[in-house]
């Protein structure tokens, strides 16, 4: 039998200390299931009040709540577990929260039609459904206490976990209500709170998983510990598309330790009874690659193709007014900016646990995609679906990388070739040279300017088209949906306005979702041009875009708050400027500040940074800020030094001293307002990424009269004090 001691028999803290210690997941049960022959993933509901999908309450009083989405560390299982609970009207000191087992049919995003967290969809997606959840749970507990005591169920109220009848005095825990609760037939269209009867959403509680991550209970993916388990580590053709040639295992099979040599079609797997034997034997390895045709690939290349693609006419994806007409009079504008691949360099390395059975396959891992890996696993597998069980763990990081199944469909095919539990980990290296890759973009724009605002203003983007490739429904008309977000809808009052889309895929490098998605060149574009046509109509940069927001009252608000809170206009030292930035993604408003330091050599030093938020109602207002914080760190470190670049079809970067990430001393004071609000909640988890580029890059701008178009930031150009 396998049990939540076993996978997590070592604390982190007592492996740095050098002893040795058990530990358990407190408010994440992590389902297990045995090693036998016919497993079969179940929710088990037995003895428990289940109204749905999603709460259980045992007769303890116990309130276990199933999580749709993932977590990785945005804090959504908090989130979620507040909705449930403030509709349920639960006493949160018994809410514990536990993953959901892969099952579209219950637990699909609204938003993809699959169970998948992306896209920061995870609360404004099921923000109806789980409110609803909720208050059906909490009425058919208000029915069931009613009957017992013979009285009307308006009578009664729900707090804190009980019912309470106010008349008698009398009251009744969830947990004593439970099995009489099951009984009753759910109602229909229960209405939800009022907002302002809100008592836990709203407040700035403290995350369920923190204590646990802290203290190093908590087990990843990357933790997880089966009996007779052995680890694999790989090493993949080195070019996009290549196959393996010959291998040579002579030394490798000699080094202590090493069990199996597995050799697949682009891939070679070293199986060792630990990390140490299988990574040494790996590096044992002579291995003769077949390149392939992609082996002349270069970014100078692909960057040449896309430059060349861009000038195409496109998909229409909007159309307002007559832009020809509006392009013909007026101060004209012409620019084109461009974004490079970028890795997602999450903290836990891609991996996977997976032990292959002849009637069999069971997995441990964390994704954000979990039925796709159950069915695509099942395919490398040779096995149905429902002899493949997937559990779940909480991620080390995603910011994308895990939407995809690769990892797991690799693990598959390795374990298939042994008879015990195998975890199979990616090396840092390998990690960042065989990632799924955000797209490389460039976006044209061209506008004109009359009276100080924008006339018209034509705007063209190319590059990947990854929802073609991930959910091909959403691909329509030759529009990628994610590719013109926060363009289509970008905030401004444009009387001519229009957009198209030119699909240009790179030569074999594989892109996907990453942190941020479709606004992350939308949004860097947009705002750097607002500057320039900015200056352009002689205007400061807050005003020039006021003037432009007259039919967005609540980005407006938010731009004013955040030119209020930050000082914008009050005097600077030289080469020291503040930029900002305004986008309406993921149905949140947001509007940045960033004051940079530019120094003779081009240097940068980031002075502070001031964001105010309008993302609806804030669930956990902790939760906001501690996201556009994290979001605006992870954007500058993209601005600054993201870039993967591509020579005879391999990656140049491989670690994080060629892939580096901003440091603490590089971190600014980072002042977050996030602004009361009754709308529906908006997407957060990604906003921040977006906000932080454009912001700096406008910072610099005013502090160098340096237009930047590329990231990451060219640091000889500031030094030269050159127009790019």
């Known amino acids: 039998m396998i049990t939540d001691k076993t996978l997590s028999n070592v604390s982190r803290r007592a492996l740095l200390t050098g002893g040795l210690a058990t530990g358990f997941l407190l408010a994440f049960h992590l389902p297990l299931h045995a090693a036998g022959n016919e497993p079969e993933q179940k929710d088990a509901t037995d003895g428990k009040f289940a109204p749905n999908a999603f709460i259980r309450i045992d007769d303890t009083g116990r309130t276990v709540l199933m999580m749709p989405q993932v977590e990785m560390g945005q804090g959504v299982y908090t989130s979620i577990a507040m909705i449930l609970a403030e509709e349920l009207d639960a006493d949160w000191s018994k809410v514990e929260v536990q993953h959901a087992p892969p099952n579209d049919k219950l637990y699909a995003n609204p938003v993809f039609g699959l169970q998948a967290t992306g896209g920061s969809t995870s609360i404004r997606a099921w923000w109806k459904p789980l409110r609803s959840a909720g208050a059906s749970a909490r009425a058919m507990l208000v029915q069931a206490a009613a009957a017992q005591w013979q009285v009307d169920p308006a009578s009664c109220t729900a707090s804190k976990g ?42 700035p509680l403290k995350r369920l998983d923190t204590p646990d991550k802290t203290n190093g209970k908590v087990v990843y993916g990357i933790d997880a510990i089966l009996p007779n388990m052995k680890i694999a580590v790989i090493a993949n053709c080195p070019v996009f598309g290549g196959k393996v040639g010959k291998v040579d295992n002579s030394a490798a099979t000699k080094i202590p330790g090493v069990r199996k040599i597995v050799v697949l079609e682009d891939t070679v797997a070293v199986i060792g009874d630990h990390m140490w034997a299988a990574k040494k034997g790996l590096e044992a390895l002579k291995i003769a690659w077949n390149e392939g045709p992609n082996a002349r690939i270069s970014t100078k290349d692909i960057w040449q193709d896309l430059r060349a693609a861009s000038e195409k006419d496109g998909a229409v994806a909007k159309s307002v007014g007559d832009i020809a007409k509006g392009l013909a009079s007026g101060d004209r504008f012409e620019a084109s900016f461009e974004l490079p691949f970028l890795a997602h360099a999450s903290m836990e390395p891609i991996n996977a646990t997976v032990h292959v059975r002849p009637d069999a ?21 040779g096995l149905p679906v429902d002899k493949v069980i997937v559990n779940q763990h909480l991620l080390g990081g995603g910011f994308g990388r895990k939407l995809e199944p690769d990892m797991v469909v690799a693990a598959v095919k390795i374990a298939k070739q042994v008879d015990y539990p195998v975890k199979v980990i990616w090396t840092r290296e390998e990690d960042i040279q065989h990632d799924v890759y955000r797209p490389v973009y460039r976006d044209q724009v061209t506008a004109t300017v ?11 983007i190319a590059g990947s088209a990854v929802i073609a490739r991930w959910l091909p429904p959403a691909f329509q008309k030759g529009v990628d949906i994610d590719a013109v977000d926060a363009a289509v809808d970008m905030p401004y009052d444009f009387p001519n306005f229009h957009v198209e889309y030119v699909r240009a895929e790179p030569p074999a490098v ?40 007259t039919k967005n009252p609540r980005m407006l608000a938010v731009l004013n708050l955040a030119a209020e809170k930050s000082g914008w206009g009050q005097p600077l030292p030289p080469r020291v400027a503040r930029g900002v930035c305004v986008q309406p993604s993921f149905a949140s408003f947001l509007a940045t500040v960033v004051e940079a330091e530019i120094d003779d050599i081009g240097e940068i030093v980031l002075r502070r940074i001031t964001s105010v938020v309008d993302t609806g109602i804030a669930v956990n207002p902790d939760t906001v800020k501690a996201q556009i914080e994290g979001g605006l760190i992870f954007g500058l470190t993209a601005a600054l030094y993201g870039e993967i670049t591509i020579e005879r079809g391999r990656v140049q970067q491989s670690n994080f001293h060629d892939y580096r990430m901003m440091r603490i001393n590089e971190t600014p004071k980072i002042d977050v307002t996030v602004v009361k609000s009754g709308e529906a909640p908006g997407g957060i988890g990604e906003a921040g990424v977006n906000a932080g580029p454009p912001a700096l890059r406008n ?16 640091r000889k150009l500031l030094a030269a004090g050159k127009k790019a």
């Open 699 to 714: 910072a610099i701008y005013a502090a160098t009269g340096v237009a930047l178009r590329r990231l990451p930031i060219d």
């Open 450 to 460: 009359v009276d100080g605002k924008v006339s018209a203003l034509k705007y063209k």
């Open 510 to 549: 594989p892109t996907g979702f990453w942190r941020g998605v479709g606004p992350n060149n939308n949004v860097f574009a947009f705002e750097c041009a607002m500057d320039e046509l900015a200056r352009k109509a002689g205007k400061d940069p807050v005003e020039f875009r006021r003037a432009n927001l």
């Open 162 to 203: 009980e019912i309470v009848h106010a008349a008698s005095g009398r009251k009744l825990g969830y947990g004593e209500l439970a099995l009489a609760a099951q009984s009753q037939t759910p109602p229909k269209d229960v209405p939800v709170k009022d907002p302002k009867d809100f008592v836990i959403i709203g407040q």
């Open 361 to 381: 396959c069971e997995i441990w891992t964390g994704t954000q995609i979990m039925t796709r890996v159950q069915s695509e696993a099942a395919k490398a597998a």
